[in-house]
């Protein structure tokens, strides 16, 4: 098991799901960790919950579409804990899907560009600003995309989009930073037990509580190993990535998908 003792990670997205669980592993196994997201109550509790169990961890407030609440965000963890080696940008949000191309309007394209590829921009200018600057130098960042992000998906043609561009901006920083040690890859994942799939479950039920069932059973069927990963399974790879088991790795996209996307790769 890889420790991180004495290193600062920060999980934007740490108050829930994969980034909730991917907090409490790095917590668990040394880290000091700075959890970011909007909603102050769940990221004070995501903190709370890491300190209760022994480990270091606070909140920070920071919308990552926001570059000054970025810029606020990656300074104050600078100020906490002296340093930053791993960013893992992960918050998201689930818009940009459930309609037709030429059905979204632009306030929707701006509204999920602005959080999921923008925001993870964001957070990687400010995360390596820092990495070049520290003494001693470098880290490694984590991108969240998604399967989606592959090979496009129907009826979510931007949530894909900004997914996909997240690719692009993890190959593209990784070879710009390869030479002064900083480590860039993405996680790349598949359906993941989650509130954020929870809701996706919801919409394409119509919200009745008889079919989620179903859109479960439809989801489940489409993996090889017919069943929805667990938060943990996908902080896990987020955690190699970072961790100095991967100290050759770089510009890499970890499909962690139970199999999903394999026949079509
Ligand atoms: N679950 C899946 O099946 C799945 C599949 C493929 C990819 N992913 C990706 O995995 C990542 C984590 O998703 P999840 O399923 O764990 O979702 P989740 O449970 O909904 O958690 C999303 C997190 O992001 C934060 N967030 C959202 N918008 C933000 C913003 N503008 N600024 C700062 N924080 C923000 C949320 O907190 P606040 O709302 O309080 O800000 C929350 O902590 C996302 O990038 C998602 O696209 C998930």
Known sequence: ?????????????????????????????????????????????????????GGEAVFVRADVGNAADVEHLVARTVEVYGRLDYGFNNAAVAKGAFALTADFDEEEFDEVMGVNLKGVWLCMKHEIRQMLAQDPPGGAIVNTSSVNGLGGSPQGALYSAGKAGVLALTKSAAQDYAQQGIRINALVAGAFHTPMLEGVFQKISGGDPSKIAAVQAQYTGMVPMRRIGKPDEAAEAALWLCSDAASYVTGHSMIVDGGWTASMR
Request: without cysteine; aromatic residues 4%; glycine residues 16%.
């Open 1 to 53: 098991m890889q420790h991180f003792e004495g290193k600062v990670a920060l999980v934007t997205g740490g108050s829930s799901g994969i980034g909730r669980a991917a907090a409490r592993l790095f917590a668990q196994r040394g880290a000091r960790v700075v959890i970011a997201a909007r909603g102050v109550e769940r990221g004070e509790e995501a903190a709370h919950e890491i300190v209760e169990a």
